[in-house]
């Protein structure tokens, strides 16, 4: 016979369940997504200075140039927030080194998604499927009504054209809304960039 002695334990309590706060409640979100979490960030606190048209210190952060910037030895170390130049401006105290240059610096919530992002491989969306060394292509556009746009064709996405107008704004334009050589030109992009 198995004889079962009871011990007493002693009434100490722990509170674990509040030792568990929420250490990384900062980012509880899967993936962090270019367009939608870090494009936002760099186009408020960033495109002042660098942007098409106007690249400070020959740094431009617009999607479809970004990725010049992306690599070993490169601004944007993917998996690697702590080497490049990028995130080192970003979270300087020096005010001589630190971007922005001016007024407030990024918000630790900013930083810490821009971190993050590098960290699990800079990656860039769809909309800026951009392949790399293939650069936009500048070009007339015609949609059916016969109206002319003057835009840079830097990608397509599903059926939209992404164009970069003049002024540097980016819209996707239904491919179908084009005329039929416009169309054609669109599509022998698209079928290089694959
Ligand atoms: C008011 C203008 C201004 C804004 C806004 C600004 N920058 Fe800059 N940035 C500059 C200037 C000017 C330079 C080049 C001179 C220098 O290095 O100080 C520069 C240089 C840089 C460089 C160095 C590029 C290289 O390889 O030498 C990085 C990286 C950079 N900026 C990142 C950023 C980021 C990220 C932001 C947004 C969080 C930002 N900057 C916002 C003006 C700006």
Not at 116 to 127: C, K, V
Request: glycine content about 12%; hydrophobic content about 35%.
């Amino acid at each position: 016979m198995i004889s079962r002695r009871q011990g007493h334990i002693g009434g100490v309590k722990t509170p674990i369940a509040g030792a568990l706060a929420l250490v990384f409640s900062v980012l509880s979100v899967g993936a962090v997504e270019f367009d939608k979490d870090v494009l936002p960030i760099l186009k408020s606190h960033c495109f002042k200075c660098h942007r098409d048209g106007k690249a400070k210190g020959d740094f431009n952060l617009e999607p479809h140039q970004i990725k010049e910037h992306i690599g070993a030895g490169l601004q944007i170390v993917p998996g690697r927030p702590n080497s490049g130049l990028f995130m080192k401006v970003i979270q300087s105290d020096d005010p001589d080194n630190r971007m922005p240059p001016k007024g407030a610096g990024l918000g630790e919530k900013d930083v810490n998604i821009l971190k993050l992002w590098i960290t699990q491989g800079a990656e860039l969306g769809p909309g800026e499927s951009v392949t790399p060394g293939k650069g936009p292509l500048e070009g007339v556009w015609t949609n059916k009504s016969g109206k002319k746009i003057k835009a840079a064709l830097l990608g397509v996405e599903e059926d939209k054209a992404i164009l970069r107008l003049a002024n540097g704004k980016t819209y996707k334009y239904p491919i179908a809304s084009l005329d039929a050589e416009s169309q054609r030109r669109v599509k022998e992009f698209a079928e290089k960039e694959g």
